[in-house]
């Protein structure tokens, strides 16, 4: 059980474009759902948590306008990078907790921008 | 604020021998501690956790030891693997709340 997907695994996208990510929490349903950025060999540094329902709670320094985060339900959240630029190219892990501490993390979206 | 780190950014074992990778916290008022595998190009995966009321917490083939009064605490991996190959990650939890703070990880290679 606590299971995580994202869609899609990868892609790769013209600067300037925007791009959505989902993240689904499959066999639970998630309070709250967290979006992370992780650059090469660096650590997950958290960018927004989100819970259904409520605009999201964005970290220092996270553009919210670029970031825009939507958790429609318990079972879903969503990140669009707008207007991407080569700079945003990175890897986006989302996670999902549901009562309780423990996260349950998903497999990552890899972002090329070109 | 909080900040997690870890002492070595890398690790390299003999197959079967025991690993500990360590890691520091600044925020004596963290209460909580999760240790995570991530393997490359795939999201972490929860290994083992342990309340800040506890020193030792063991699972199959791991341990994890915190020490309180210097803020450290060990992942101690036993019989080391070629699967066990990957970034380790400590992360903190604060004062009840649900935000993780992550170390910078320790990538472990297990040598044949």
């Known amino acids: 059980g606590a299971v995580v997907s994202q869609h899609p695994s990868r892609v790769i996208c013209k600067s300037g474009t925007s791009v959505k990510i989902e993240c689904r929490s499959l066999?639970?349903?998630?309070?709250?759902m967290f979006w992370y950025r992780q650059f090469p060999k660096q650590s997950l540094m958290l960018m927004a948590t989100?819970?259904?329902?409520?605009?999201?709670?964005?970290e220092q320094g996270v553009e919210k306008d670029k970031f825009l985060i939507n958790h429609a339900s318990l079972t879903l959240s969503t990140l669009t990078v707008t207007s991407a630029h080569p700079e945003d190219s990175s890897f986006y892990i989302c996670?999902?907790?549901?009562?309780?501490?423990?996260?349950?993390f998903g497999p990552g979206t890899r972002l090329t921008v070109t | 604020g909080e900040s997690v780190g870890l002492h070595l950014p890398t690790l390299s074992v003999q197959e079967g021998d025991n690993s500990i990778i360590n890691c520091a916290y600044s925020?004596?008022?963290?209460?909580?501690f999760i240790w995570y595998k991530q393997e490359s190009g795939k999201g972490p995966q929860f290994i083992i956790d342990?309340?800040?009321?506890?020193d030792k917490r063991q699972g199959q083939r791991v341990t994890v030891l915190l020490n309180k009064t210097v803020k450290h605490l060990s992942l101690q991996i036993a019989a080391t693997q070629p699967g066990d190959s990957a970034v380790y990650f400590c992360?903190?939890?604060?004062?009840?709340?649900?935000?993780?703070?992550f170390g910078t990880g320790t990538q472990l290679k297990v040598e044949l």
């Open positions: 996670s999902a907790a549901r009562q309780g501490y423990e996260q349950y």
């Open positions: 066999d639970f349903q998630a309070t709250t």
């Open positions: 989100s819970n259904e329902g409520s605009k999201a709670t964005y």
């Open positions: 925020n004596s008022a963290s209460d909580y």
């Open positions: 342990i309340r800040s009321n506890m």
């Open positions: 992360a903190g939890l604060t004062g009840g709340g649900n935000k993780l703070t």
